[in-house]
């Protein structure tokens, strides 16, 4: 666990400052409550840093990422591409963290 953290923080990095700076706030947030909650911290990190990890994608990757990793794509998210960042972020997360 402790190494796809590592490498999870190491593609964080290349993400723009913004997004950088959210992803650590909803960590922050998320480990609040899973103290609270009782809640495998690890789990709850993995989650919380990775969850937009492609929300900086333009749509057209977003597509382009979820043909070719055989993602379900429903007409909605044709439509609205940007629905697609949380499924192609897990798919990062499982490709690039082995999480």
């Not at 495998?40 to 993995?46: F, Q, R």
Request: aromatic share 2%; proline share 5%; charged share 25%.
């Amino acid at each position: 666990m402790e190494r796809s953290l590592r490498q999870l923080r190491e593609l964080i990095k290349t993400l723009p400052q913004g997004l950088q700076e959210h992803l650590e706030r909803v960590r922050s947030s998320a480990v609040e409550l899973a103290a609270v909650h009782k809640v495998p911290l690890d789990t709850v990190e993995l989650a919380a840093l990775g969850h937009d990890l492609a929300r900086a994608c333009s749509w057209e990757k977003l597509l382009a990422r979820a043909q070719e990793w055989c993602l379900d794509v429903r007409p909605i998210e044709r439509q609205i591409p940007l629905l697609l960042h949380g499924p192609v972020s897990a798919e990062i997360m499982r490709r690039q963290c082995g999480i």
